[in-house]
């Protein structure tokens, strides 16, 4: 089996995984106990539940250096918090949409449902996506998106820190 992209070939990317405590989390660590192969770009920060999380966590995490940002919850109707994933649904499609606006890649960001007992979908979950990201590449810096703009308006660069 070959490997994953960024397992032990040294180009990992910076790739952040919301996961919901109840469902996705468990997911993820049965495919852990089960050993099953994962891509190692993958940092998950563990949520009691996608509804619990804000658009602007995403926004945030991209703008600041993240490549690419998942967010997995627990299947639709399968909520602990009965209504959570509903609303997480509504807000990450109006966020999925309004991406390209801010100027990054809607293919940055994905999310979707994985139970606690779906290891080897999450498997799968994790593997496409970090093939994904690898294809797209390591995202543009928003200072480096800011430089090229103002240099293809013809405006100067000021320096707001005191270095010139």
Not at 50 to 55: A, V
Not at 64 to 72: E, H, I, M, R, T
Not at 139 to 147: E, H, N, V, Y
């Amino acid at each position: 089996m070959p490997a994953s992209p960024g397992v032990d070939s040294g180009n990992e990317l910076r790739i952040l995984g919301f996961l919901c405590n109840w469902c996705s989390y468990g997911g993820a660590d049965s495919a852990g106990v089960a050993r099953l192969e994962q891509p190692t770009d993958l940092r998950i920060i563990r949520t009691p539940c996608t509804g619990r999380i804000d658009p602007l966590f995403i926004v945030r995490a991209l703008i600041n250096g993240a490549d690419g940002v998942l967010v997995s919850g627990c299947h639709p109707g399968d909520c602990h918090y009965v209504e959570g994933n509903f609303h997480a649904r509504r807000r990450l499609e109006t966020l999925k949409r309004i991406l390209p606006v801010t100027g990054i890649n809607p293919d940055r960001f994905m999310y979707t449902w994985v139970s606690a007992s779906e290891s080897g979908r999450w498997q799968e979950v994790v593997r496409e996506f970090t093939a994904r990201i690898h294809t797209l590449g390591p995202a543009p810096r928003m200072s480096d998106t800011l430089t090229e703009t103002l240099a293809a308006e013809g405006l100067p660069m000021q320096a707001t820190n005191g270095v010139k």
